[in-house]
């Protein structure tokens, strides 16, 4: 991405190789983004299981 990102500053054309790498690590990143709130949800619903089991045996 970082040599296709020069070569279209310095105006200069640049291969579907070129392209076609940087489209690889733009659809890494979409999958890490993916994997990254997946387990900021998975950890959300694990607190709010554990803060709900620890209020009800306050309450209890």
Not at 4 to 13: D, F, K
């Amino acid at each position: 991405m970082v040599w296709h990102g020069m070569l279209t500053v310095l105006g200069q054309e640049s291969s579907a190789m070129i392209a076609g790498i940087a489209g690889l690590g733009h659809i890494a990143l979409s999958v890490g983004m993916v994997l990254l709130f997946l387990s900021l949800r998975k950890a959300i619903v694990a607190d709010k299981a554990v803060t709900t089991s620890t209020a009800r045996s306050i309450d209890g």
